[in-house]
């Protein structure tokens, strides 16, 4: 399993170059962009390619999928990008019915079908709104994962953890499914709350240990993202990420 770092982290720390090496210098082995590299995919390649470090994955917005799935291609051909994630929906896109979510699912279904044509496997990183109980008793991403069977899911457990959900028993149902995971963590209650609540991987509450062993032995996760929301000291948390995955 390789150690990634979502560069999401480190949109207050740019520029993206920099950053880039220090996450060479660090150990990780590779980073996943987002549509905040996008602009200036030619030269964060070169500082992947200095830094020794690859872009196996890579967030893209539902409607750049929609509307151009041969630029994401180009795209991901500019950074060595092998899978790609639908990683969010703005809450007045989000339906609060069962059928809503399944027509969303319907969408993500069509992405795959023309990412499949460039040879690129399509999927889906939640948050926390998926995972809870919609009032006609579905569960959005059950629905989406049992409505397009053939996506794949970059689980972010601290968000199903923040979702009210319990990560294993997600990743012992659709342990087929997650072909890479979000690695961070939550602070204690009432704690951090200049970052949002966040806190480095193993400094907080989601039991690591246990989840990362599910992840190796139940899943095709492949890659595991190092990612904090709102570090109010980049580097420290992208330090602290590396040591404690390689202490577990």
């Known amino acids: ?15 993206y170059t920099d950053v880039i ?51 994401v291609a180009a795209l991901c051909k500019t950074l060595g990008t092998q899978a790609v ?3 969010w929906i703005a809450p007045e896109m989000r339906g609060s019915t069962s059928a809503e979510w399944e027509a969303l699912a319907d969408r993500l279904a069509a992405c795959h079908a023309a990412m499949a044509e460039h040879g690129i496997p399509l999927g889906w990183h ?16 059950d629905i989406l994962l049992t409505r397009a069977p053939m996506i794949d ?12 959900a319990d990560p294993i028993e997600w990743i012992t149902k659709y342990g087929d499914r997650i072909t890479a995971a979000h690695f961070k963590d ?22 690591w240990p246990a989840i990362l062993t599910a992840l190796r032995d139940k899943t095709r996760c492949a890659v595991l993202v190092a990612e904090h929301d709102n570090p109010n000291d980049f580097d420290r948390f992208a330090k602290q990420a590396i040591a404690h995955y390689r202490s577990l």
């Open 1 to 15: 399993m390789k150690l990634s770092l979502q560069l999401f982290s480190a949109r207050n720390y740019t520029p």
């Open 21 to 71: 090496a220090r996450l060479g210098d660090y150990g990780f082995d590779c980073a996943e962009g987002f549509f905040g590299n996008f602009a200036e995919a030619d030269a964060t390649r070169a500082a992947l390619d200095a830094a020794g470090l690859t872009m196996p994955t890579l967030h893209v917005p539902l409607q750049m999928l929609e509307e151009d799935p041969a630029g």
């Open 85 to 87: 994630y639908a990683p």
């Open 126 to 141: 939640n948050h926390d709104f998926e995972m809870v109980t919609l009032a006609d008793g579905g569960v959005p991403m």
């Open 153 to 164: 899911w970059e689980m972010d457990v601290a968000w199903v953890v923040r979702g009210g």
């Open 186 to 207: 939550i602070a204690p209650k009432g704690e951090k709350t200049d970052e949002d609540g966040w806190a480095d991987p193993g400094t907080g509450v989601v039991d």
